[in-house]
Antibody
Framework: EVQLVESGGGLVQPGGSLRLSCAASGFTFSSYWMNWVRQAPGKGLEWVAN????????YYVDSVKGRFIISRDNAKNSLYLQMNSLRAEDTAVYYC????????????WGQGTLVTVSS | DIVMTQSPDSLAVSLGERATIDCKSS????????????LAWYQQKPGQPPKLLIY???TRESGVPVRFSGSGSGTDFALTISSLQAEDVAVYYCQQYYSTPPTFGQGTKVEIK
């Protein structure tokens, strides 16, 4: 059974940093593109970033470019999101999600971790 | 970016009745070379992550009940629940994956009348 478990969320002040982690199990992690998708409280879904199987390609939504860094450690079956220069509008539940090999369709999601940016 | 617009924002349907959600994209998501529509549907229940229901506009994900069906092409799509069950109460999202970044509709809340 595919399991994705996020951690690392919490309360952070504007301008601060936070590192999210996602522990994967039940599938061959190193064979899949992995993604972060976020959902602001009471709002819809927004794709944030993804990373290729070997980490050689990374893509970001414009609103986080230059502030967020996605990375992975295939030996530890783990995905990360380093979030810097955080803003109030980054407040959201952050989901880790796998992607089908052929395109941006997300068959498996974690339960999410809440990031709150507030003073 | 491609903008996805769903209608209505919410709807209330009686148990056993049909529910239909519309989704419109700001540009076509039909890829001419393979004649596939790059459109997916997700279901999100309160306190849970989204669940993939349909991709390629009409292909059900494994394990999804047959009462869920997707239709449409180009810029206009629909998700239909043929006979609403109590467990179908949720917010439903369409998503295009024709171009990067992938984008979602604003969501449609389905409730029991």
């Amino acid at each position: 059974e595919v399991q994705l478990v996020e951690s690392g969320g919490g309360l952070v002040q504007p301008g601060g940093s936070l590192r999210l982690s996602c522990a994967a199990s039940g599938f061959t992690f190193s064979s899949y593109w992995m993604n972060w998708v976020r959902q602001a409280p009471g709002k819809g879904l927004e794709w944030v970033a993804n990373i290729k199987q070997d980490g050689s390609e990374k893509y970001y939504v414009d609103s986080v470019k230059g502030r967020f860094i996605i990375s992975r450690d295939n030996a530890k079956n783990s995905l990360y999101l380093q979030m810097n220069s955080l803003r109030a509008e980054d407040t959201a539940v952050y989901y880790c999600a796998s992607r089908y090999p052929w395109n941006y369709v997300f068959p498996s999601w974690g339960q999410g971790t809440l990031v709150t940016v507030s003073s | 970016d491609i903008v996805m617009t769903q209608s209505p924002d919410s709807l209330a349907v009686s148990l056993g009745e049909r529910a239909t959600i519309d989704c419109k994209s700001s540009q076509s998501v039909l890829y001419s070379s393979n004649n596939k529509n790059y459109l997916a549907w997700y279901q999100q229940k309160p306190g849970q992550p989204p669940k993939l229901l349909i991709y390629w506009a009409s292909t059900r994900e494994s394990g999804v009940p047959v009462r869920f069906s997707g239709s449409g092409s180009g810029t206009d799509f629909a998700l239909t629940i043929s006979s609403l069950q109590a467990e179908d109460v949720a917010v439903y999202y369409c998503q295009q994956y024709y171009s990067t970044p992938p984008t979602f509709g604003q969501g449609t809340k389905v409730e029991i009348k």
